[in-house]
């Protein structure tokens, strides 16, 4: 088997998904808050982590600084993104149900 040069084909056959909406009685506001603030402060640690790799390669490549170690994450990510490339996926007998019920509340 050739990772890089020959595709990889994944068969996935009779999958059964079910989808339903969460009910917003079981969040309380303290909890959607908390939820969304973490989900916040997720995206700045994110961006934080991507400006300082940034940071490091510019003051890297100033000074001249070759790393080996960052020679070997290349081709390492290049060898995934073959891989990625070439992936196929086959579906067959996919079955998606979603539900809601909806119960009328008299006040």
């Known amino acids: 088997l050739k990772l890089t040069s020959e595709p990889t084909i ?3 056959s ?12 079981e969040w309380t506001n303290e909890q959607y808050e908390a ?23 510019i003051i890297s490549a100033s ?4 790393n080996d170690s960052k020679t070997d994450e290349s081709w390492f990510f ?7 490339n070439n992936l196929q996926i086959s ?3 996919v079955h998606f ?5 909806v119960v009328e509340q008299i006040y």
Do not use: M
Not at 15 to 22: D, G, M, N, Q, S
Not at 44 to 57: G, P
Not at 63 to 66: C, E, L
Not at 78 to 84: E, Y
């Open 63 to 66: 000074k001249g600084i070759s």
């Open 10 to 12: 994944i068969h996935l």
């Open 91 to 93: 579906l067959t007998n």
């Open 78 to 84: 290049r060898l995934v993104s073959k891989i990625i």
């Open 97 to 101: 149900r979603y539900e809601h019920v």
């Open 35 to 57: 939820y969304h603030n973490e989900k916040k402060y997720e995206k700045i640690e994110t961006l934080d982590i991507a400006k300082t790799q940034q940071l490091e390669q």
């Open 14 to 25: 009779d999958v059964f998904l079910l989808a339903e909406p969460l009910d917003s009685a």
